[in-house]
């Protein structure tokens, strides 16, 4: 059975930083997109980030394009989301899942709090 376990979350004040941490097994890391959505209260699951198995690439929606980084430590058997910069409009649930950009994929983890609030 395939866990993607995330934590990192909490409250952060506007203008602050957070970083999210997806511990997975390294077959996943090594051989699968893997990445970030989120779910805000009262909207739709979307995607955030996600780093393709192959050559590192990465893809970003335009609403976090240029304040969040994603990265990857295979080894470490973990996966990252760097958050800067952060907004009230990021407040959500924050999954990691194996994911083909735009798209998460059949690997889910149950989630993380961010609350960006003051």
């Known amino acids: 059975q395939v866990q993607l376990v995330e934590s990192g979350g909490g409250l952060v004040q506007p203008g602050g930083s957070l970083r999210l941490s997806c511990a997975a097994p390294?077959?996943?890391?090594?051989?699968?997109?893997i990445g970030w959505f989120r779910q805000a209260p009262g909207k739709e699951r979307e995607g955030v980030s996600c780093?393709?198995?192959?050559?590192?690439?990465?893809y970003y929606s335009d609403s976090v394009k240029g304040r969040f980084t994603i990265s990857r430590d295979n080894p470490a058997n973990t996966l990252y989301l760097q958050m800067n910069n952060l907004s009230p409009d990021d407040t959500a649930v924050y999954y990691c899942?194996?994911?083909?950009?735009?798209?998460?994929?059949?690997?889910w983890g149950k989630g993380t709090l961010v609350i960006v609030s003051s």
């Open positions: 780093i393709s198995a192959s050559d590192g690439s990465t």
């Open positions: 390294r077959f996943i890391l090594d051989y699968y997109g």
């Open positions: 899942a194996t994911c083909s950009w735009p798209y998460g994929m059949d690997y």
